[in-house]
């Protein structure tokens, strides 16, 4: 049984009138050189309520021990005429240093909630997708 996370935990926050506008996901990735460890890559990209967009990129390692490693990379304040250019570049980096590095090729799976404005909405789309656990914080 996986724990339930804390806040403490979390690698962003959303404030209440902040969306999501994508996130893509990396699925499982299985590397011949470390057997039964698992890892993920995501993006969350977020559409904050000032106007300008943040990208958190969450690579989580899931050991055989039981151990989860989590590192958080972010980019911050980008503008809303550079967003998509910003998003596939950082994830085509990504994706290229996995490849050159591993010989694994990433299949992104990707969520485009760009032009969903509704936070219960956002929520139903993302459970329905299944790229990710969904934990809603009501305060």
Do not use: C
Not at 67 to 88: H, P
Request: hydrophobic residues 35%.
């Amino acid at each position: 049984m996986v724990p339930e996370p804390s806040w403490s935990d979390s690698a962003f926050v959303l404030e209440s009138d902040d969306r999501f506008y994508k996130i893509i996901s990396s699925g499982d990735i299985h590397f011949e050189t470390e057997p039964g460890t698992v890892s993920v890559i995501t993006f969350f990209v977020i559409r904050r309520k000032h106007g300008t967009f943040d990208v958190f990129i969450v690579h989580k390692i899931f050991e055989p021990s039981g151990e989860i490693r989590k590192s958080v990379q972010s980019k911050v304040n980008i503008g809303q005429k550079r967003i998509d250019a910003e998003v596939t570049k950082i994830r085509d980096v990504f994706g290229l240093g996995v490849t050159t590095a591993t010989g694994y090729q990433i299949e992104w799976n990707e969520l485009d909630l760009s032009q969903v404005s509704d936070r219960d909405e956002q929520i139903r789309r993302m459970q329905a997708w299944g790229g990710l656990r969904v934990n809603k914080h009501e305060e």
